[in-house]
């Protein structure tokens, strides 16, 4: 069995951070990939009109100064493929590729407490020990595929958009449709429906959405940002979701309504999801956010023709950005096209599939393509799959049970020398998540160089510590608007998940400091052992 000092699993934007940055301290590392290509959630999200909604030159790694300066976005927004090519460029600029295993999915990590070394097994069979276990592995990585009654009776093809197929989709001539009207759902509708002949979306929920603005990056902006890049960075390390640029600190409800209407109408025309900063009370103020939700609602309305349509894309019943807002490319005005249909599944749910399409309790939809972009099983999903087996056999889906315990986001209890990155309990999801993977991944290399150099054997979180920071994450949740609608923030878009509170909403900047501070005080919250506990409990027996 191949001896390990660090194994990675999952080669995307994290992975190969940590690959980078570990094997810098010196240690023998190596990352496992299910999927037969590295970028993770990039590699596999290949749907036409796939982009970021975070800006380019946010959304990249902020590690390497002369990689910063070497490449050069084309978008504001980069598309799917950009993005991977910026991977590939990555891997291979700091020579990644040869400890990457590929088609290495882990199915089984073990913790042996008498080594304090992890066991780490392929669905293949081979296996690795290993010192630390890094897990990697995305929080929007594991699909969710509904099962109609009748779907595998269907003649035409069935795709989902995070598993988007290798071989070229001709929409051309086609009946699509498009299942999920979140981000994926909305990015891909305008691009489809210039191809297809028809194209039905299926919306059970509306979203909000903020145009994307996007445009190709002048040499001009090109050369500013990166002139200024570091400032640039320190922008979005401070701001509460790492995006670069200052939020407002007026609350909305301190202005005049014409005021207020000058920021939104700018924050429309350039913000994309960095709206929600509008004010800084948007999600914290009910009566904050309905000025800002009616602002929105009020302008997607006007993009919409059709009486009847309008007043279904219109979203109700939920606070802008409580749930993850889309940022669009002419999503909304794609309803005034002749060849696309928005069936609402409110109004008329899916009762079957056919072998000809679709059959709602209205009428048969017929199709060649249908398309689920019907999102994930959100933060825990991929964590949960294998079987992860900690300290006296406990599983982390046993751990787990009530949803995720996490101490800072990072250590588990019962779970030692495992570390998670941008998992349940970090800013994840609500940040920027370049920022959160890096700030991550910098902290847990400079643990493992105290552990490293203390000639330790063991960290591992501690049980008061992990409760204590649950608390905290809910407390800071509790000042929010997000508890107040269902969403896969809080665990509602897979039936039977515990309905708990996932990532962290207190901000990237407060999270670091979380991190800093438990780093100063000899990582307070963790337990660093010179011996395997289980060794030392042997011996005092
Ligand atoms: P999502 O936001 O979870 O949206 C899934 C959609 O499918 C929702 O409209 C949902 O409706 C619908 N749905 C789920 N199950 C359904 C069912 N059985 N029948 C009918 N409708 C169903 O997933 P996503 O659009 O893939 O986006 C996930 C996340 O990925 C985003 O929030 C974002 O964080 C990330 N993303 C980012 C980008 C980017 O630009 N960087 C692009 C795409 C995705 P309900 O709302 O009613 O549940």
């Not at 070497?70 to 600029?93: C, F, G, K, M």
């Not at 295993?101 to 069979?125: F, H, P, Q, V």
């Not at 929600?276 to 009020?298: C, G, M, Q, V, W």
């Not at 300290?391 to 209890?413: S, Y």
């Amino acid at each position: 069995m191949e001896q390990l000092d660090v194994l990675i699993i999952g080669a995307g934007f994290a992975g190969l951070r940590a690959l980078y940055r570990l094997r810098g301290l010196g240690k023998r590392v190596v990352v496992l990939e299910a999927s037969d290509g590295i970028g993770g959630v990039w590699y596999h999200n290949a749907y036409p009109g796939a982009r970021c909604d975070v800006e380019s030159f946010d959304y990249s790694y902020s590690f390497s100064p002369e990689l910063e300066q070497e490449w050069r976005w084309s978008e504001r927004y980069a598309t799917q493929p950009e993005i991977l090519r910026y991977i590939n460029h990555v891997a291979d600029r700091f020579e990644l590729r040869k400890d990457i295993l590929l088609n290495t999915r882990m199915s089984k990590a073990t913790y042996d407490e008498e080594a304090a070394r992890w066991i780490i097994t392929a669905e293949d069979g081979r296996q690795w020990s290993t010192h630390y276990f890094v897990m990697c592995v995305g929080q929007l990585s594991t699909t969710k595929r509904p099962n109609y009654p009748g779907q595998s009776t269907f003649g035409g093809e069935i795709i989902h958009s995070g598993e988007w197929p290798k071989h070229k989709v001709d929409f051309v001539g086609k009946r699509v449709a498009i299942i999920g009207t979140g981000s994926s759902g909305m990015q891909m509708t305008p691009v489809i429906a210039k191809q297809a002949s028809h194209l039905t979306v299926f919306q059970r929920t509306a979203n909000f959405s903020i145009p994307a603005a996007n445009a190709p990056v002048t040499d001009e902006e090109d050369a500013t940002v990166k002139a200024n890049y570091r400032a640039r960075r320190e922008q979005a390390w401070n701001s509460p979701t790492g995006l670069g640029f200052k939020p407002n600190r007026q609350s909305a409800l301190d202005v005049t309504p014409e005021e207020r209407e000058k920021v939104y109408e700018a924050a429309w025309n350039r913000w994309g999801f960095g709206f929600a900063l509008a004010y800084y009370d948007i999600l914290l103020s009910k009566p904050a956010n309905d000025t800002a939700a009616e602002f929105i609602r009020r302008k997607i309305g006007a993009l919409i023709d059709d009486p009847v349509t309008r007043e279904k894309l219109v979203p109700q019943g939920h606070p802008f950005a409580a749930r993850r807002p889309s940022v669009d490319s002419g999503y909304f005005q794609t309803f005034n096209r002749n060849n696309v249909e928005l069936a609402d599944l409110k109004e008329y749910p899916i009762l079957e599939f056919t072998p000809k399409g679709i059959r709602t309790a209205e009428k048969l939809h017929e199709f060649d393509i249908i398309i689920f972009a019907t999102g994930f099983d959100a933060f825990t999903g991929s964590l949960l799959k294998p079987a992860i087996v900690g300290r006296d056999g406990v599983t982390l889906k046993d751990k787990w049970g009530a949803g995720p315990i996490t101490q800072l986001g990072v250590g588990v209890a019962g779970f030692p020398n495992m570390l998670i990155v941008v998992g349940p309990g970090s800013p994840s999801l609500l940040s920027n998540v370049m920022v959160s993977i890096e700030e991550q991944i910098d902290w847990l290399a400079d643990l493992i160089k105290t552990m490293e150099e203390g000639g330790l054997a063991e960290f591992e979180a501690l049980p008061e510590a992990e409760r204590a920071w649950v608390e905290h994450v809910n407390e800071r949740a509790r000042e929010t608007l997000y508890l107040t609608t269902n969403s896969y923030y809080n665990g509602a878009e897979v039936a039977g998940k515990p309905r708990v509170f996932m990532p962290y909403s207190g901000g990237v900047r407060s999270y670091r400091r979380f991190l800093q501070q438990c780093a100063a005080e000899g990582y307070s919250g963790f337990a660093l052992r010179a011996a395997p506990a289980a060794k030392t409990r042997k011996a005092s027996a």
